[in-house]
T-cell receptor, first 112, second 115 residues
Framework: KQEVTQIPAALSVPEGENLVLNCSFT??????LQWFRQDPGKGLTSLLL?????REQTSGRLNASLDKSSGRSTLYIAASQPGDSATYLC???????????FGTGTRLQVFP | NAGVMQNPRHLVRRRGQEARLRCSPM?????VYWYRQLPEEGLKFMVY????????ESGMPKERFSAEFPKEGPSILRIQQVVRGDSAAYFC?????????????FGSGTQLSVL
């Protein structure tokens, strides 16, 4: 059974810092991995999708890496801003299934 | 192009009543997914539908829960005889094709509170 863990559960940093959010999964037989952002009272916004054959994806100040063999992914946020404050969720798509298994998220606060 | 629309945003029901949650996917999307987020827990998959078909309902509780996605109109998640444990945020997501390599677009969710 696939389990997804995110560390840390919460993170508070000053504006401008570069930071790394971690995601680990127990079953390496995945189809893809996605990172989402969730703002309070709102839905999820897809940030990056990494296919299992890829090692990383980049979008602006965000970079996500995937090491399937070790069951790990990291989301790197460069030069953090207060507007980055949100909960970041990692989700994996397994082989032969259309559903995503989500981690419980990292709640990020960036203060000015 | 409007995003995924869910309504109502908030729904309050008493134990034993029925709850109907609606989801209109993005224009051009024919694949709909429902997820549930219990307090302090991650999102859990419930059901995956295409127009008029249930593709995967492995995450649906065996009783009281049903989902449909008719040829016309929104997808409906229906919960009969609600209990306090059904209180959660219910999210709908859509994609244009099969979800494996498609980004999912999520709605803002329906917060169900059972009194």
């Amino acid at each position: 059974k696939q389990e997804v863990t995110q560390i840390p559960a919460a993170l508070s940093v000053p504006e401008g810092e570069n930071l790394v959010l971690n995601c680990s999964f127990t079953d390496s037989a995945i189809y893809n991995l996605q990172w989402f952002r969730q703002d309070p009272g709102k839905g999820l916004t897809s940030l990056l999708l990494i296919q299992s054959s890829q090692r990383e994806q980049t979008s602006g100040r965000l970079n996500a890496s995937l090491d399937k063999s070790s069951g790990r992914s990291t989301l790197y946020i460069a030069a953090s801003q207060p507007g980055d404050s949100a909960t970041y969720l990692c989700a994996v798509g397994g082989l032969g299934t259309d559903k995503l298994i989500f981690g419980t998220g990292t709640r990020l606060q960036v203060f000015p | 192009n409007a995003g995924v629309m869910q309504n109502p945003r908030h729904l309050v029901r008493r134990r034993g009543q029925e709850a109907r949650l609606r989801c209109s996917p993005m224009k051009g999307h024919s694949h709909v997914y429902w997820y549930r987020q219990l307090p302090e827990e991650g999102l859990k998959f419930m059901v995956y539908l295409q127009k008029e078909n249930i593709i995967d309902e492995s995450g649906m509780p065996k009783e009281r829960f049903s989902a449909e996605f008719p040829k016309e109109g929104p997808s409906i998640l229906r919960i009969q005889q609600v209990v306090r444990g059904d209180s959660a945020a219910y999210f709908c997501a859509s994609s244009p094709g099969q979800g494996r390599n498609e980004k999912l677009f999520f709605g803002s969710g329906t917060q169900l509170s059972v009194l």
